[in-house]
């Protein structure tokens, strides 16, 4: 089921695009944020703590403001249990000086055996 985001800014069309590849969401923003409104707006599959390998997870996270949210890491963990993939900002749109949460999160998945297997795309790394 589609979810329609709030138009928050310029950068919500490709927030949008994100979302339509996604099954679940992850993210938690102080009020002001587009991450916040995101989470409303995917209501019970927001941070729901439930995922499968065939979950693609949409992960947004406040940039540099005063009053940020860190990244739910957490929930990240969840997900990343049940071997889900991640969709979150391309490393043109995180490499944005304002996008330090998608910094975080890209470093975070990294560490966790995450590839990025398409701009903003993650996936589980696979050994042989």
Known sequence: M???LPVT????AKDQIKS???T???GQGSSRSSTEKYRKAWG??????DYTDRDV???SVEGNRGGRKEPDFEEIKRAIAANASFITDSLLNRSRPYNIGERQVAQYLDL????????????PSTTE
């Open 44 to 49: 019970e599959r927001a941070n729901c703590g």
């Open 9 to 12: 800014g310029p950068y919500t």
């Open 2 to 4: 589609r979810v329609i």
């Open 20 to 22: 339509d590849q996604a």
């Open 57 to 59: 997870v949409f992960i």
């Open 112 to 123: 966790m055996s995450y590839t990025e297997t398409a701009p903003g795309f993650w996936q």
């Open 24 to 26: 679940k969401f992850i």
